[in-house]
Structure formats: structure tokens, C-alpha cells
């Protein structure tokens, strides 16, 4: 079993700075990619950003100059920079992760429990 748990959210302005984190725990084997992903009230979860354990990315265009996302190997963790802040951006973002685990090293995929982004004046 896997968990993820995430923290940094909250609330910022429009055009401010926040940083997102989500760390892995449990039976990993090894961790095949991480992701960030959000949902706004009355809408589909969307995908952020994801990032490969070989650190091959993916960003959402609306994210694309605004968004980093990056990952410390050793910490199973994945950050989320989150830049130049709109109100759109307001949602529950969601860490995702692709896991290889225990040591028959079976695949799974694992959601952590959210964390509230706000962006408002």
C-alpha cells in the first residue's frame, strides 16, 4: 500500500507564488511517474503537469510559463511551483502517482486526499 500526501495549499492573490508538495510513503518499489492534477467545483478533474522517473514532463497548456513541476528522487516527493496566480487556477489540486510495489513489484496507482488552492483578492 502507498500513500500520498499533500501539502502547501491555500489562499493567494492573483498574481502570487505558491508551492505544492506531495510525498510518497509505503511499500514503493520504485515510483514510474507523478502528476498534479485539479478539479474546480462543477468540472473534470484535468491533468497539471507529470513528471517520469526519468524526468520526461508534461504540463497542461494553460499552466505552460506559469507552472514548474520538478521531484526529488530520493524523497519520492514532487513540487508544483505555481507562478503568476490567476483566479481560474482556484481548484483542489491532486497528487497522482504510478508506483511499482512491494517486492513482487506490482503497479498501481495511487491519489493523494487534495489540497485547496484559492486564488482571490
Known amino acids: 500500500q502507498v500513500q500520498l500526501v499533500e501539502s502547501g495549499g491555500g489562499l493567494v492573490q492573483p498574481g502570487g507564488s505558491l508551492r505544492l508538495s506531495c510525498a510518497a510513503s509505503g511499500s514503493i518499489f520504485s515510483i514510474n511517474a507523478m502528476a498534479w492534477y485539479r478539479q474546480a467545483p462543477g468540472k473534470q478533474r484535468e491533468l497539471v503537469a507529470a513528471i517520469t522517473s526519468g524526468g520526461k514532463i508534461n504540463y497542461a497548456e494553460f499552466v505552460k510559463g506559469r507552472f514548474t513541476i520538478s521531484r526529488d ?27 511499482l510495489e512491494g517486492l513482487l513489484r506490482r503497479r498501481g496507482n495511487y491519489w493523494g486526499q487534495g489540497t485547496q488552492l484559492t486564488v482571490s483578492s
Open 73 to 99: 528522487n530520493a524523497k519520492n516527493t514532487v513540487y508544483l511551483q505555481m507562478n503568476s496566480l490567476k483566479p481560474g487556477d482556484t481548484a483542489v489540486y491532486y497528487c497522482n502517482a504510478e508506483v
